[in-house]
């Protein structure tokens, strides 16, 4: 049976689902169609009424090409600009012309009546400051224009874009490199694959290049919501050569470890495909799969449009699970509030709320790691580890590390300090086989200067069939870092996830020791059928002091 479409409510404005209630039951956990597209000066109403049905990407591009024929030539903010500056004042102008193209022009105000009066049937002159693209806010957030300069763009990765449905046809700013199945496109997979891979066909929207716009994307849109549907998907991008998977869908369970939940593990501990999921958008318990051990469940935050992270808030509206309950989620966040993405239609942009657009953000960093190492592909908790020995800096807060919070997890992932710790080679992976359990291994040397933070993380992951079995977690991992006389300088030692990270600063010049204490590893179920690995990932990050 199925549940008409309904609206779950955030703090700041609605955010539409779908909701099946047949076994494995899938919810999208973000972005439904907005009720406007803003097209220059212009917002297109696109369909205030979702519960009816969802605008066809027909529908937007004819809406979009008759607000675009109606439109003035000379844009009003240019007008306003005219009409206000000052003798001699300068500005670059977007001249838009059907059949020449796209050309910046920087122009007087006395020349902008020539310019308009020399334009065409169909030009447009926009004045190129109009836009207000929030997305450039998420990258200073996480830090991503100093990490392309380290690991490039994602040349060469293959990016499973997990979806209900496919990435909107009619778009030429997200490229997909191969396409899974015939099924309908939606605004959803389209936002989404646009935080991911957005690339700019034009002058006026390279504000909004997606994190990894050189990655080769894997549109893996299901024809439907169901888990069988979802998990072919899942399967066709693993086929393709897929590293790295975003589901940004996902259901209520209550904490409940599902069907879902076991895919992943099982992907995760079988083949180390990284796995980043949107963690839900109704502030209680994290959706399932995000709720895996083995995934990467991202929250929400609000940077209200600034770059500064003083005075972002985690969004009301995302989930998290309480750490007492045996699991810790979300692991990371990144901005999920009115996040300019792609769109359906030519060159359309929309603005898109949920922690389905923070989800792909965390995506596009793991792209850029694979991209400077490929040889972590297939070393899932390496990748894990990396992104949170990078995190640390919490929404609110003024230093580089506030420590964890029950809600936001390790916080941001700082994509330039990933960057550098996978450039470095500050990381590595193993196995955790039968008979570990209480023993001590050093992972890694550091040789630290007095003062000089490091911040450290570990993390693991497990078949989804041990959890499946009503068994839990597989295995509890320690993590410390010891000064060059032996001592603990700082330890983690949480009991739930499968994660640790410690964030430290070296008391004296001299050599450290990364050590993990391996405090329990079940290796087998109830019948003696599980093999006995674990597969272990670590890295570290040294921070700067002006970070």
């Known amino acids: 049976m199925t549940v008409p479409l309904r609206a779950r409510l955030s703090n700041r404005r609605a955010l539409v689902a779908l909701a099946w209630v047949a076994c494995g039951s899938i919810l999208l956990a973000g972005a439904a169609p907005p009720e406007s597209v803003v097209v220059g000066d212009r917002t297109v109403i696109v369909d205030k009424d979702i519960s009816s049905a969802a605008a066809s990407a027909l529908t937007v591009n004819d809406a979009l090409r008759e607000a675009s024929r109606l439109r003035p030539r000379?844009?009003?903010?240019?007008?306003?600009?005219?009409?206000?500056?000052?003798?001699?004042?300068?500005a670059v102008v977007l001249r838009v012309d059907p059949e020449a193209g796209l050309e910046l022009v920087e122009i007087e105000r006395t020349e902008a009546a020539e310019l308009a009066r020399a334009a065409g049937p169909g030009t447009r002159l926009e004045l190129l400051a109009e836009r207000e693209p929030a997305l450039r806010w998420v990258r200073p957030t996480l830090g991503i224009a100093r990490a392309w300069k380290i690991a490039g763009h994602g040349e060469g990765v293959r990016v499973g874009l997990v979806e209900i449905g496919g990435l909107g046809r009619t778009t030429d700013t997200v490229i997909p490199f191969l396409r899974y199945g015939g099924c309908a496109d939606t605004w959803h997979a389209t936002m989404v694959g646009g935080v991911i891979a957005l690339r700019p066909a034009a002058?006026?929207?390279?504000?909004?290049?997606?994190?990894?716009?050189s990655v080769?994307?894997?549109?893996?849109?299901?024809?439907?919501?169901?888990?069988?549907?979802?998990?072919?998907?899942?399967?066709?991008?693993?086929?393709?050569?897929?590293?790295?998977?975003?589901?940004?869908?996902?259901?209520?369970?209550?904490?409940?470890?599902?069907a879902a939940a076991a895919l992943?593990?099982?992907?995760?501990?079988?083949?180390?495909?990284?796995?980043?999921?949107?963690?839900?958008?109704?502030?209680?318990?994290?959706?399932?799969?995000?709720?895996?051990?083995?995934?990467?469940?991202?929250?929400?935050?609000?940077?209200?449009?600034?770059?500064?992270?003083?005075?972002?808030?985690?969004?009301?509206?995302?989930?998290?699970?309480?750490?007492?309950?045996?699991?810790?989620?979300?692991?990371?966040?990144?901005?999920?509030?009115?996040?300019?993405?792609?769109?359906?239609g030519f060159q359309a942009m929309a603005r898109a709320t949920g922690t389905s657009v923070a989800a792909p953000a965390v995506t596009g960093i793991a792209a850029l790691l694979l991209g400077e190492r490929p040889e972590l592909a297939g070393h899932g908790p390496a990748v894990r580890a990396l992104l949170l020995a990078s995190a640390g800096l919490q929404p609110g807060a003024g230093d580089a590390d506030r420590g964890p919070g029950d809600r936001e997890g390790e916080g941001y992932p700082r994509a330039e300090l990933a960057a550098e710790s996978a450039a470095a080679g500050r990381f590595g992976w193993q196995d955790l086989r039968s008979g570990d359990a209480g023993t001590r291994r050093t992972l890694a040397t550091l040789r630290l200067r007095r003062g000089q933070q490091v911040r450290a993380a570990i993390a693991w992951d497990q078949p989804?069939?041990?959890?499946?079995?009503?068994?839990?977690?597989?295995?509890?991992?320690?993590?410390?870092?010891?000064?060059?006389?032996?001592?603990?300088?700082?330890?983690?030692?949480?009991?739930a996830g499968a994660y640790e990270a410690?964030?430290?600063?070296?008391?004296?010049?001299?050599?450290?020791?990364?050590?993990?204490?391996?405090?329990?590893?079940?290796?087998?179920?109830?019948?003696?059928?599980?093999?006995g690995r674990t597969p272990l990932g670590w890295a570290w990050a040294v921070i700067p002091s002006d970070r």
């Open 464 to 495: 989804g069939r041990y959890h499946a079995a009503g068994l839990g977690a597989m295995a509890d991992v320690d993590l410390a870092l010891l000064a060059p006389n032996g001592g603990v300088v700082a330890e983690s030692r949480a009991a």
């Open 502 to 531: 410690l964030t430290a600063r070296a008391p004296v010049n001299g050599d450290y020791r990364l050590v993990a204490t391996v405090f329990r590893h079940d290796t087998l179920d109830r019948e003696g059928k599980l093999p």
């Open 74 to 90: 000379v844009a009003p903010r240019l007008a306003d600009w005219i009409e206000r500056a000052a003798p001699g004042e300068r």
């Open 203 to 213: 002058t006026w929207n390279r504000s909004y290049e997606g994190i990894a716009s």
């Open 216 to 258: 080769r994307l894997l549109d893996a849109g299901a024809c439907s919501a169901r888990d069988r549907d979802l998990f072919a998907a899942i399967d066709w991008a693993l086929a393709q050569g897929a590293t790295v998977l975003n589901l940004s869908w996902g259901a209520p369970t209550g904490g409940a470890y599902d």
């Open 264 to 344: 992943v593990d099982e992907i995760a501990w079988s083949r180390g495909t990284l796995i980043v999921a949107a963690a839900g958008n109704d502030g209680a318990s994290v959706w399932s799969p995000a709720l895996a051990h083995s995934a990467l469940a991202v929250g929400a935050t609000d940077d209200r449009d600034t770059e500064s992270v003083r005075d972002d808030a985690l969004a009301g509206f995302s989930s998290w699970i309480d750490p007492r309950s045996g699991s810790a989620k979300p692991e990371l966040l990144a901005p999920g509030a009115d996040v300019v993405t792609a769109a359906p």
